[in-house]
């Protein structure tokens, strides 16, 4: 006899998982509920009683994956003390997203670029990518640099060319050809911003 699977997670967690792999897949769009319903195995009435929409299925979606990707950056940052490697962290938790079998581009730009700029995708979006620019000035200001917004823009369009290049190229060694960019980026600033150097009485003469 076969065993019997039992899926104890409750009708929300069931469908927001299979809008998870869906979405992710194949688009916020191209999926439609019905195939969301089929592979949660749960009544139509639960995604209405749960969510109330389609939209707002999307946006509990892209939330999900937004925290996730709070959870595994910060985490990646606080184990390291130093400025500069708690800066580059960001850099190290990108190489590893990229590198993985799953990895389909950036949730946020996939449905971003299938929607309307006043759309829940773009909504959430604005949040998830405001959150990482807030983070690059906070770790760029802690390193010590004398324009930290400036780099934390520079150090942003590392960040989603990689994201971008590992999609279309199919290469995760995009995500470590970023870092390596984003080192020399901040060594860069951190030269320009140290004060000159003063020259001794007796070099002058």
Not at 54 to 63: G, I, N, T, W
């Given at each position: 006899m076969s065993a019997t699977v039992t899926d104890n997670r409750s009708a929300r967690e069931r469908l927001l998982a299979a809008a998870d792999e869906l979405f992710y897949e194949q688009g916020i769009h191209t999926v439609g509920i019905d195939r969301i319903i089929e592979r949660a195995g749960v009544a139509k009435a639960s995604l209405y009683s749960a969510f109330g929409s389609?939209?707002?299925?999307?946006?509990?979606?892209?939330?999900s994956r937004d925290e996730s990707r709070r959870v595994r950056v910060q985490?990646?940052?606080?184990?390291?003390?130093?400025?500069?490697?708690?800066?580059?962290?960001?850099?190290?938790?990108?190489?590893?997203?990229?590198?993985?079998?799953t990895f389909r581009g950036c949730a946020f730009a996939n449905a971003s670029a299938e929607s309307?700029?006043?759309?829940?995708?773009?909504e959430v979006t604005r949040t998830?990518?405001?959150?990482?620019?807030?983070?690059?000035?906070?770790?760029?200001?802690?390193?010590?640099?004398?324009?930290?917004?400036?780099?934390?823009?520079?150090?942003?369009?590392?960040?989603d060319g990689a994201l971008v290049q590992s999609r279309l190229d199919h290469d995760p060694a995009r995500g470590a050809a970023a870092?390596?960019?984003?080192?020399?980026?901040?060594?860069?600033?951190?030269?320009?911003?140290?004060?000159?150097?003063?020259?001794s009485r007796s070099a002058a003469r």
């Open positions: 389609k939209d707002e299925l999307v946006r509990a979606y892209l939330e985490a990646a940052v606080d184990r390291h003390t130093d400025p500069r490697a708690r800066l580059l962290a960001v850099f190290d938790s990108l190489a590893k997203t990229v590198a993985l079998p309307d700029a006043e759309s829940v995708a773009a998830a990518r405001r959150w990482l620019q807030d983070l690059l000035v906070a770790l760029t200001t802690a390193v010590g640099v004398g324009a930290p917004r400036s780099l934390s823009i520079q150090l942003a369009l590392l960040y870092r390596a960019a984003a080192e020399v980026l901040i060594d860069a600033a951190l030269t320009s911003s140290a004060p000159p150097r003063r020259r």
